[in-house]
């Protein structure tokens, strides 16, 4: 077994060596450009895209002509927020999200709102789920689109698709999903769900990086979007640019490979995350689960560990890759925006750690894992005068501190 090892499987994904090999021939021999009309080369990279196109399409339920290659889903979320509200502003200029989403909405948003857009942010229970009345209710004769993602990329909560879907369609308005993290891991139907647009990325699913797509439903109803980047007209006009055809193929394999291991995919990371979760909490007492108990990705675990200090955790842990929602790993000082949403306090989300999960774990990884955090979490938790309070009885959240 090599150290450190990577439980940062909702960061990104190793290349699995199937898709590494089906992308190489697409540098060398295959290097045409799929635009090119007139000569072999182009015909060849163009058959090795409409392949991919169609198995990416498969992944959640399409038709390969719905199907707009980018750049990632930063990109597709960007597409479809901005491209919807271009296009559709004669009908109406209010969008609804949820203060969880990935910055790739938000910021968008942000961006909207100073161009005039209302954008109400729907509220959260402690689990990071919607309300579906509140969704109901918040839809305005001026709402063009929802945005919910499929499964959340900090605490794996999941949103009711098929019930968001009914709702957007009976009231006419757009429904688009992040489904980065959903994709392969979760059912995802854009027919039974009534999703009309859909955001993804290869490196997410073991395929490489700086290769997306947008799902863009054609047909009842038909969905239109401006374009944001213009060029020589690819994609149906929806996204100029010569296609990354490596990156494309790849995001194809990765695809078919996610779809054929199916459930047996699933259930590697739903074993190794839950024999995780149970072997830390069998070990060591307050800690807190954050997000849906069970409405969640099969490899997320995010867990905040109560009388350590998020900083000295992640130190002392330096041989395991996570994330944390401690200030600590982010640019700005404040501890995930996520988390606070859900209002777990700031002392809890700065002791949280995201463990995600991925195909190559193993349960030798896991039992690592498992006596590592027992025994830095022990460690630091002897140190800590505040533990020593709490387990003599003494209410820390009313304590009045001295001041100096
Ligand atoms: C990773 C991620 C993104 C961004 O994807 P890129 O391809 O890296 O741009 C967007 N949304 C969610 C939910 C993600 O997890």
Request: aromatic letters at 6%; hydrophobic letters at 40%; one cysteine or more.
């Amino acid at each position: 077994m090599k150290t450190p090892i990577y439980l940062d499987n909702h960061a990104t994904t190793s290349v699995d060596p199937r898709v590494l090999e089906a992308m190489l021939p697409f540098f060398s021999e295959t290097f045409g450009n799929a635009a090119s009309r007139n000569h072999a080369f182009g015909w060849a990279a163009e058959e090795g895209v409409e392949e991919a196109r169609a198995q990416i399409a498969a992944i959640v339920g399409a038709g390969a002509k719905e199907v707009v290659f980018t750049s990632g889903a930063t990109e597709s979320d960007n597409l479809a927020l901005v491209g919807v509200a271009e296009f559709y502003k004669d009908k109406g200029n209010h969008i609804i999200t949820a203060p969880t989403e990935h910055k790739a909405i938000l910021d968008t948003c942000h961006m909207l709102e100073q161009r005039g857009y209302e954008i109400t942010y729907l509220d959260l229970d402690q689990h990071g789920s919607i309300d579906l009345d509140q969704l109901a209710q918040a839809i305005t004769d001026k709402t063009i689109l929802v945005s919910l993602m499929a499964a959340n990329n900090e605490i794996g909560t999941i949103h009711p698709l098929k019930e968001i879907g009914r709702i957007t369609r009976e009231r006419g308005v757009l429904f688009h999903t992040d489904a980065t993290q959903g994709v392969g891991h979760m059912d995802i139907d854009v027919e039974e769900m009534n999703i009309d647009l859909a955001s993804y990325t290869a490196h997410k699913i073991y395929g490489p990086k700086g290769c997306g797509a947008l799902y863009v439903r054609r047909r009842k109803p038909r969905t239109r979007l401006t374009p944001i980047i213009h060029g020589g007209g690819h994609e149906r006009g929806l996204r100029s640019g010569t296609l990354n055809v490596p990156g494309i193929i790849g995001f194809g394999k990765a695809c078919e490979i996610m779809q054929a291991e199916g459930v047996a995919g699933r259930e590697h990371l739903l074993y190794l995350r839950d024999r995780l979760h149970q072997g830390i909490t069998h070990e060591i007492g307050e800690v807190y689960l954050n997000g849906h108990p069970t409405e969640r990705h099969p490899g997320n675990l995010n867990l905040s560990f109560a009388y350590v200090e998020g900083e000295s955790l992640l130190m002392g842990i330096s041989d395991i890759a996570v994330s944390s929602g401690s200030a600590c790993t982010s640019a700005s000082l404040e501890p995930s925006y996520v988390l606070r949403s859900l209002g777990v306090g700031v002392e809890l989300a700065h002791s949280s750690i995201r463990f995600g999960v991925g195909r190559f774990n193993t349960e030798e990884e896991i039992d690592f894992v498992i006596k590592r955090m027992v025994e830095v979490v022990s460690r630091l938790r002897e140190m800590s005068p505040l533990y020593e309070l709490a387990q003599d009885g003494v209410d820390i959240s009313k304590i009045q501190w001295n001041q100096h």
